[in-house]
Nanobody, 115 residues
Framework: QVQLVESGGGLVQPGGSLRLSCAAS????????MNWYRQPPGKAREFVAE???????YYADSVKGRFTISRDNVNNTTSLQMISLQPEDTAQYYC?????????WGRGTQVTVSS
């Protein structure tokens, strides 16, 4: 079955950096788009970034220029490199894909940006 497992979250000071990873299994990873979403405290889940199977990337305006999504089709992972983190980036971050007419989500990893 499809499994997505995020890692790499933590507490970081404003201006700091973090790298999130998502390990995928149970499907032909290289054939599918991969997405990162986040859910700030008390708010709705929102789109962060996408990387298509051909490597094309898309970003939410709020993270453009600070976040970089990538994928490793050998190790079936997608990563989100985040720099210049701000308190408003505090959220639970989720990996997501759409496979066989279903959306799949990981359990998420918490990112907290605070001094």
């Amino acid at each position: 079955q499809v499994q997505l497992v995020e890692s790499g979250g933590g507490l970081v000071q404003p201006g700091g950096s973090l790298r999130l990873s998502c390990a995928a299994s149970g499907f032909a990873f290289s054939n599918y788009h991969m997405n990162w979403y986040r859910q700030p405290p008390g708010k709705a889940r929102e789109f962060v970034a996408e990387i298509d199977k051909d490597g094309t990337t898309y970003y939410a305006d709020s993270v453009k220029g600070r976040f970089t999504i990538s994928r490793d089709n050998v190790n079936n992972t997608t990563s989100l490199q985040m720099i210049s983190l701000q308190p408003e980036d505090t959220a639970q971050y989720y990996c997501q894909t759409f496979h066989n007419s279903e959306f799949y989500w990981g359990r998420g990893t918490q990112v907290t940006v605070s001094s």
